[in-house]
């Protein structure tokens, strides 16, 4: 059977207890959890293995999409996998032609491989 507890009913601002049992196991565990914080803070995250692992891939992404390493927007891959420039239409103001798609794209996939990294070595239990 579920545990019994009763509500607080208020009268102005002094509260009464109600007779009325609450029957709801969710209930009852919300009225037992009120009095701890809801956020807990862990400050461990920044140097973190799994965050040191999503920050060098994605970079490594970003920085392979800017340079030209890796396809993007104005550099198409060829049937031999060799770059070549051409006009997509987009505007931008970098130098070496990298746009917001560029960016999002190249941070997608470098997230993608990030947490296939992490995955991985957790896996293994190396991480």
């Known amino acids: 059977m579920a545990s019994m507890a009763t509500l607080p009913q208020f009268t102005g601002l002094r509260s009464q207890l109600s007779p009325a049992p609450i029957r709801s196991l ?3 565990q ?23 692992i999503m920050v060098t891939t994605t970079s490594l ?17 060829t049937a031999g996998l060799k770059l070549e420039v051409r ?19 190249c941070g997608t996939v470098g997230h993608i491989i990030g947490v296939g990294v992490v995955l991985g070595l957790k896996n293994k239990g190396l991480l």
């Open 26 to 28: 969710a209930i009852v």
């Open 30 to 52: 919300l009225l037992r959890n009120k009095s701890k914080g809801a956020l807990g803070v862990r400050c461990s995250f920044i140097c973190s293995p799994t965050n040191l």
């Open 61 to 77: 992404m970003l920085f392979a999409g800017r340079f030209g390493l890796a396809p993007s927007a104005n550099r198409k891959a």
């Open 87 to 105: 006009d997509s239409g987009l505007q931008t103001g970098d130098p070496a032609g990298f746009t917001l798609t560029d960016t999002l794209a």
